[in-house]
């Protein structure tokens, strides 16, 4: 699973904040399930970062709009448009920043 982790986050050419705190976590010590379960919690928790920024920024309308398309990828598409437009990041960008918000959290905590 290290492999994993690390091919993960070295895909991305930036050296991010969540990646520092993978390296963090290995050099104290912790075992990749233990790794895999911290991340499974910050996968829940930018899940809701997801789920709560996209009921703040989308309107009546736009979520109206988004429920009369049929077929669910298309829907999700139209949606992922719409939030980038009102928020003006992408859900992928908002899922870096949550990221690296908890990250850095712990990396100052430790």
Do not use: C, H, P
Request: aromatic residues 6%.
């Amino acid at each position: 699973m290290n492999s994993n982790i690390n091919q993960q986050f070295k895909s991305d050419n930036k050296q991010s904040v969540f990646s520092d705190w993978l390296v963090k976590l290995k050099q104290e010590g912790k075992t990749d399930e233990e790794i895999g379960q911290l991340l499974a919690g910050v996968a829940k928790l930018s899940a809701l970062d997801i789920y709560a920024a996209l009921m703040t920024s989308l309107t009546e309308e736009d979520m109206k709009e988004v429920e009369a398309i049929s077929g669910d990828e298309a829907a999700k598409k139209r949606m992922e448009e719409l939030f980038t437009k009102r928020a003006g990041m992408s859900i992928d960008q908002l899922v870096q920043q949550s990221q690296d918000a908890f990250a850095t959290g712990y990396l100052k905590a430790g």
